[in-house]
């Protein structure tokens, strides 16, 4: 879909410098404020090396013909957070590391991860969350280390919610 960048962007402001935005947090005195706008391109560039992101509707059109897939497969995906997916400018976007392409369908610690984060981050801060490096992943994007260690990723996850509670 997208085509591969040689690296992800890099952060200047620490490992939440994406978590800048969405949601109704106080901003700290002189912080700078990116909008929706703003993290959405730093949003293709993240996941770029992960695959980029799906339109939702990409996404059930993947599945067409899957048997076992109906025209609702994907929004009961994201009523019972087994995937990351975030709204901008009227479309729905989903991050394409969370499937897995020979079974189309997301991996399962994909949604593991996201009951981790909700309730504490909203969904462009779950999105966020996985294209950021992570301290707990010895500064791994959980995005890039979700299929070779799903467990250390869930932590991750786990210690984030923590910090943020």
Same mark, same amino acid.
């Given at each position: 879909m @997208?085509?591969?960048?040689?690296q992800?962007?890099?952060s200047t402001?620490?490992?939440?410098? #994406?978590?800048?935005?969405p949601?109704?947090?106080a901003? +700290? ?5 990116? %909008?929706? !706008?703003?993290?959405?391109l ?5 996941y ?5 992101? #799906?339109? %939702?509707? !990409?996404v @059930?059109?993947?599945l067409?013909?899957? %048997?076992?897939?109906s025209?609702?497969?994907v ?5 019972? @957070?087994?995937v990351?997916?975030?709204?901008? /400018? ?12 020979? =079974?189309?369908a997301?991996?399962? +610690?994909? %949604?593991?991860? =996201? ?7 909203? @969904?462009?801060?779950? =999105?966020?969350?996985?294209? *950021?490096?992570?301290?707990?992943l ?7 280390a979700?299929?070779?260690d799903?467990d *250390?990723?869930i *932590? =991750? +996850?786990r210690?984030?919610? /923590?910090l943020?509670?």
């Amino acid at each position: 879909m @997208n085509q591969m960048m040689s690296q992800p962007i890099a952060s200047t402001r620490g490992t939440r410098a #994406f978590l800048t935005e969405p949601s109704a947090r106080a901003q +700290a005195p002189g912080s700078r404020k990116l %909008g929706r !706008d703003e993290l959405f391109l730093q949003m293709l560039d993240a996941y770029r090396i992960s695959g980029g992101l #799906f339109r %939702g509707a !990409d996404v @059930n059109t993947l599945l067409e013909g899957r %048997g076992r897939h109906s025209a609702g497969t994907v929004d009961s995906w994201k009523d019972k @957070n087994e995937v990351i997916f975030f709204d901008w /400018q009227c479309l729905t976007w989903m991050p394409r590391f969370q499937f897995d392409m020979a =079974a189309k369908a997301p991996w399962t +610690a994909v %949604g593991l991860v =996201a009951i981790e984060l909700a309730g504490v981050f909203d @969904n462009w801060e779950m =999105a966020l969350w996985f294209a *950021q490096p992570s301290a707990v992943l010895e500064g791994r994007l959980p995005a890039d280390a979700l299929r070779s260690d799903p467990d *250390q990723v869930i *932590q =991750a +996850a786990r210690h984030d919610r /923590q910090l943020v509670t």
